[in-house]
T-cell receptor, first 113, second 113 residues
Protein backbone atom coordinates (compact mmCIF):
# COMPACT_ATOMS: atom_id res chain seq x y z
CA UNK A 1 0.00 0.00 0.00
CA UNK A 2 1.09 3.53 -0.73
CA UNK A 3 2.29 5.32 2.37
CA UNK A 4 -0.70 7.55 3.06
CA UNK A 5 -2.15 8.21 6.48
CA UNK A 6 -5.07 10.37 7.49
CA UNK A 7 -5.81 11.79 10.89
CA UNK A 8 -8.06 11.68 12.70
CA UNK A 9 -9.83 8.59 11.42
CA UNK A 10 -13.07 9.51 13.13
CA UNK A 11 -14.33 12.81 14.45
CA UNK A 12 -17.54 14.15 15.92
CA UNK A 13 -17.90 17.91 16.12
CA UNK A 14 -20.54 20.56 16.55
CA UNK A 15 -21.94 22.95 13.98
CA UNK A 16 -19.93 26.16 13.74
CA UNK A 17 -16.61 24.77 14.97
CA UNK A 18 -13.49 24.68 12.79
CA UNK A 19 -12.10 21.27 11.90
CA UNK A 20 -8.76 20.33 10.35
CA UNK A 21 -8.06 17.00 8.72
CA UNK A 22 -4.53 15.93 7.95
CA UNK A 23 -3.13 13.84 5.13
CA UNK A 24 0.45 12.64 5.33
CA UNK A 25 2.36 10.78 2.59
CA UNK A 26 5.76 9.15 2.53
CA UNK A 27 5.89 8.63 -1.27
CA UNK A 28 7.18 12.08 -2.22
CA UNK A 29 4.36 12.39 -4.78
CA UNK A 30 3.73 15.81 -6.27
CA UNK A 31 -0.07 15.75 -6.45
CA UNK A 32 -2.43 15.51 -3.52
CA UNK A 33 -6.22 15.59 -3.40
CA UNK A 34 -9.08 15.82 -0.96
CA UNK A 35 -12.36 14.12 -1.83
CA UNK A 36 -15.60 13.67 -0.01
CA UNK A 37 -17.71 10.57 -0.45
CA UNK A 38 -21.47 10.62 0.01
CA UNK A 39 -24.13 8.07 -0.97
CA UNK A 40 -25.30 8.61 -4.53
CA UNK A 41 -22.51 11.06 -5.33
CA UNK A 42 -19.43 8.93 -5.56
CA UNK A 43 -16.16 10.75 -4.93
CA UNK A 44 -16.21 14.50 -5.39
CA UNK A 45 -13.08 16.62 -5.48
CA UNK A 46 -12.87 19.36 -2.85
CA UNK A 47 -9.38 20.78 -3.40
CA UNK A 48 -6.14 19.56 -4.83
CA UNK A 49 -2.47 20.47 -4.79
CA UNK A 50 0.05 20.32 -7.61
CA UNK A 51 3.05 21.25 -5.50
CA UNK A 52 4.10 22.88 -2.26
CA UNK A 53 1.97 25.96 -1.73
CA UNK A 54 0.21 25.34 -5.06
CA UNK A 55 -3.46 24.50 -4.59
CA UNK A 56 -6.69 24.91 -6.50
CA UNK A 57 -10.40 24.36 -6.04
CA UNK A 58 -12.35 21.29 -7.00
CA UNK A 59 -16.04 20.94 -7.70
CA UNK A 60 -17.28 21.21 -4.08
CA UNK A 61 -14.86 23.64 -2.47
CA UNK A 62 -17.28 26.01 -0.72
CA UNK A 63 -16.73 25.98 3.04
CA UNK A 64 -13.32 24.29 2.77
CA UNK A 65 -9.76 25.56 2.62
CA UNK A 66 -6.46 23.73 2.23
CA UNK A 67 -2.79 24.27 2.85
CA UNK A 68 0.35 22.48 1.78
CA UNK A 69 3.54 23.79 3.35
CA UNK A 70 5.52 20.56 2.83
CA UNK A 71 5.46 17.89 0.13
CA UNK A 72 4.28 15.27 2.58
CA UNK A 73 1.39 17.09 4.27
CA UNK A 74 -1.92 18.36 2.91
CA UNK A 75 -4.38 19.86 5.37
CA UNK A 76 -8.11 20.30 4.84
CA UNK A 77 -9.92 22.82 7.03
CA UNK A 78 -13.64 23.19 7.47
CA UNK A 79 -13.79 26.81 8.47
CA UNK A 80 -17.14 26.55 10.27
CA UNK A 81 -18.52 23.04 10.13
CA UNK A 82 -22.10 22.47 8.99
CA UNK A 83 -24.25 19.34 9.06
CA UNK A 84 -24.00 19.15 5.25
CA UNK A 85 -20.28 18.51 5.68
CA UNK A 86 -20.95 15.23 7.47
CA UNK A 87 -19.19 12.81 5.15
CA UNK A 88 -16.27 10.48 4.65
CA UNK A 89 -13.18 12.35 3.52
CA UNK A 90 -10.45 10.72 1.48
CA UNK A 91 -7.01 11.99 0.68
CA UNK A 92 -5.29 10.76 -2.47
CA UNK A 93 -1.89 11.19 -4.07
CA UNK A 94 -0.47 10.72 -7.54
CA UNK A 95 2.98 10.94 -9.03
CA UNK A 96 4.28 12.92 -11.97
CA UNK A 97 2.34 13.94 -15.04
CA UNK A 98 1.42 10.99 -17.24
CA UNK A 99 0.94 8.52 -14.43
CA UNK A 100 -2.56 9.29 -13.39
CA UNK A 101 -3.12 6.49 -10.90
CA UNK A 102 -4.35 7.87 -7.61
CA UNK A 103 -3.56 6.18 -4.32
CA UNK A 104 -6.06 6.72 -1.57
CA UNK A 105 -5.73 6.97 2.17
CA UNK A 106 -7.99 5.07 4.59
CA UNK A 107 -10.47 7.93 5.01
CA UNK A 108 -11.77 10.12 7.84
CA UNK A 109 -15.35 9.76 8.96
CA UNK A 110 -16.68 13.15 10.09
CA UNK A 111 -19.98 13.71 11.84
CA UNK A 112 -21.17 17.29 12.36
CA UNK A 113 -23.96 17.57 14.91
CA UNK B 1 -15.59 19.64 -17.69
CA UNK B 2 -15.83 15.87 -17.85
CA UNK B 3 -19.11 14.16 -16.95
CA UNK B 4 -19.05 10.45 -16.12
CA UNK B 5 -22.18 8.33 -15.77
CA UNK B 6 -22.01 4.85 -14.26
CA UNK B 7 -24.57 2.04 -14.36
CA UNK B 8 -25.93 0.10 -12.62
CA UNK B 9 -25.78 1.53 -9.12
CA UNK B 10 -26.23 -1.94 -7.60
CA UNK B 11 -25.59 -5.37 -9.05
CA UNK B 12 -26.16 -8.82 -7.55
CA UNK B 13 -24.75 -11.92 -9.20
CA UNK B 14 -24.38 -15.55 -8.25
CA UNK B 15 -20.91 -16.76 -7.49
CA UNK B 16 -19.26 -17.93 -10.69
CA UNK B 17 -21.33 -15.68 -12.95
CA UNK B 18 -20.01 -12.63 -14.77
CA UNK B 19 -20.56 -8.99 -13.83
CA UNK B 20 -20.47 -6.00 -16.16
CA UNK B 21 -20.40 -2.35 -15.14
CA UNK B 22 -20.66 0.42 -17.73
CA UNK B 23 -19.57 4.04 -17.80
CA UNK B 24 -20.04 6.81 -20.32
CA UNK B 25 -18.02 9.98 -20.54
CA UNK B 26 -18.52 13.31 -22.28
CA UNK B 27 -15.07 14.64 -23.20
CA UNK B 28 -13.88 13.11 -26.47
CA UNK B 29 -10.31 14.19 -25.62
CA UNK B 30 -10.19 11.88 -22.58
CA UNK B 31 -7.46 9.26 -22.98
CA UNK B 32 -7.19 7.39 -19.67
CA UNK B 33 -9.88 5.34 -17.95
CA UNK B 34 -9.20 3.73 -14.58
CA UNK B 35 -11.38 1.47 -12.45
CA UNK B 36 -11.18 1.47 -8.68
CA UNK B 37 -12.45 -1.05 -6.16
CA UNK B 38 -13.48 0.06 -2.69
CA UNK B 39 -13.88 -2.52 0.04
CA UNK B 40 -15.91 -1.74 3.12
CA UNK B 41 -14.16 0.74 5.40
CA UNK B 42 -11.24 1.31 3.06
CA UNK B 43 -10.14 3.79 0.44
CA UNK B 44 -10.55 3.01 -3.28
CA UNK B 45 -7.78 1.05 -4.95
CA UNK B 46 -6.93 0.90 -8.66
CA UNK B 47 -7.66 -2.52 -10.15
CA UNK B 48 -7.24 -1.91 -13.87
CA UNK B 49 -6.96 0.95 -16.32
CA UNK B 50 -6.99 1.46 -20.07
CA UNK B 51 -5.64 4.10 -22.39
CA UNK B 52 -7.29 5.29 -25.56
CA UNK B 53 -4.81 3.59 -27.88
CA UNK B 54 -6.19 0.13 -27.02
CA UNK B 55 -9.71 -1.30 -27.10
CA UNK B 56 -9.40 -3.97 -24.42
CA UNK B 57 -7.16 -4.91 -21.54
CA UNK B 58 -7.27 -8.03 -19.37
CA UNK B 59 -5.81 -8.97 -16.02
CA UNK B 60 -6.80 -12.47 -14.97
CA UNK B 61 -10.57 -12.38 -14.27
CA UNK B 62 -10.89 -8.65 -14.87
CA UNK B 63 -11.10 -6.90 -18.22
CA UNK B 64 -11.89 -3.41 -19.40
CA UNK B 65 -13.18 -2.49 -22.84
CA UNK B 66 -13.22 0.93 -24.43
CA UNK B 67 -15.36 2.26 -27.27
CA UNK B 68 -14.09 5.74 -28.09
CA UNK B 69 -16.65 6.33 -30.81
CA UNK B 70 -19.53 5.78 -28.42
CA UNK B 71 -17.58 7.26 -25.50
CA UNK B 72 -18.14 4.40 -23.12
CA UNK B 73 -16.02 1.88 -21.29
CA UNK B 74 -16.92 -1.19 -19.30
CA UNK B 75 -15.53 -3.37 -16.52
CA UNK B 76 -16.00 -7.12 -16.89
CA UNK B 77 -15.46 -9.53 -14.03
CA UNK B 78 -15.67 -13.22 -14.89
CA UNK B 79 -16.06 -16.19 -12.54
CA UNK B 80 -17.06 -13.88 -9.71
CA UNK B 81 -16.08 -14.76 -6.16
CA UNK B 82 -17.39 -13.48 -2.81
CA UNK B 83 -14.25 -11.37 -2.38
CA UNK B 84 -15.27 -9.42 -5.50
CA UNK B 85 -18.12 -7.92 -3.45
CA UNK B 86 -17.29 -4.21 -3.16
CA UNK B 87 -18.09 -0.81 -4.64
CA UNK B 88 -16.52 -0.15 -8.03
CA UNK B 89 -15.84 3.30 -9.46
CA UNK B 90 -14.94 4.31 -12.97
CA UNK B 91 -13.17 7.59 -13.70
CA UNK B 92 -12.08 9.76 -16.60
CA UNK B 93 -9.57 12.61 -16.69
CA UNK B 94 -10.46 16.26 -16.56
CA UNK B 95 -8.83 17.57 -19.72
CA UNK B 96 -6.37 20.33 -19.01
CA UNK B 97 -6.46 19.76 -15.28
CA UNK B 98 -3.49 18.86 -13.13
CA UNK B 99 -3.86 15.10 -12.96
CA UNK B 100 -7.54 15.43 -12.04
CA UNK B 101 -10.18 12.84 -12.75
CA UNK B 102 -13.94 12.78 -12.44
CA UNK B 103 -15.41 9.68 -10.78
CA UNK B 104 -18.62 7.88 -11.54
CA UNK B 105 -21.17 7.47 -8.77
CA UNK B 106 -20.17 3.88 -8.05
CA UNK B 107 -21.62 0.38 -8.41
CA UNK B 108 -22.18 -1.81 -5.39
CA UNK B 109 -21.49 -5.38 -6.46
CA UNK B 110 -22.76 -8.24 -4.35
CA UNK B 111 -21.61 -11.76 -5.17
CA UNK B 112 -23.99 -14.30 -3.66
CA UNK B 113 -22.32 -17.57 -2.61
Amino acid sequence: DAGITQSPRHKVTETGTPVTLRCHQTENHRYMYWYRQDPGHGLRLIHYSYGVKDTDKGEVSDGYSVSRSKTEDFLLTLESATSSQTSVYFCAISASQGTETQYFGPGTRLLVL
Amino acid sequence: GENVEQHPSTLSVQEGDSAVIKCTYSDSASNYFPWYKQELGKGPQLIIDIRSNVGEKKDQRIAVTLNKTAKHFSLHITETQPEDSAVYFCAAPVTGGYQKVTFGTGTKLQVIP
